[in-house]
């Protein structure tokens, strides 16, 4: 079973930057696709972005792409999620969470993902 911990989130000003890491518990982190989510107050947990066990694919949510960037450094096992151009409608709280299923398949669907981390608060203040 592998473990979770989000950090990194904060208040920031509109068209400010944060970056998110989530730090992983295991061995076999490596081989894990990983996505990040996002739930904002009386709304549904959204996809934001995923990667691929070797980084080589990525995936981002329309809302996000051009803004957030998804990377990973699976020697110290963590994924990380640069957010540029920060806009308060980008305030939640953020997910990693661990794909099923690994190799090119990258998805959006959470109910595809396990292990979700505790979360990460990001206020985005106008």
């Known amino acids: 079973q592998v473990q979770l911990v989000e950090s990194g989130g904060g208040l920031v000003q509109a068209g400010g930057s944060l970056r998110l890491s989530c730090a992983a518990s295991g061995r076999t982190f490596s081989s894990y696709n990983m996505g990040w989510f996002r739930q904002a107050p009386g709304k549904a947990r959204e996809f934001v972005a995923a990667i691929s066990w070797n980084g080589g694919n990525t995936y981002y949510a329309d809302s996000v792409k051009g803004r957030f960037t998804i990377s990973r450094d699976n020697a110290k096992n963590t994924v990380y999620l640069q957010m540029n151009s920060l806009k308060p409608e980008d305030t939640a709280v953020y997910y990693c969470?661990?794909?099923?299923?690994?190799?090119?398949?990258?998805?959006?669907?959470?109910?595809?993902?396990?292990?979700w981390g505790q979360g990460t608060q990001v206020t985005v203040s106008s």
């Open positions: 969470a661990v794909q099923y299923y690994s190799g090119s398949y990258l998805t959006r669907h959470s109910n595809e993902y396990h292990s």
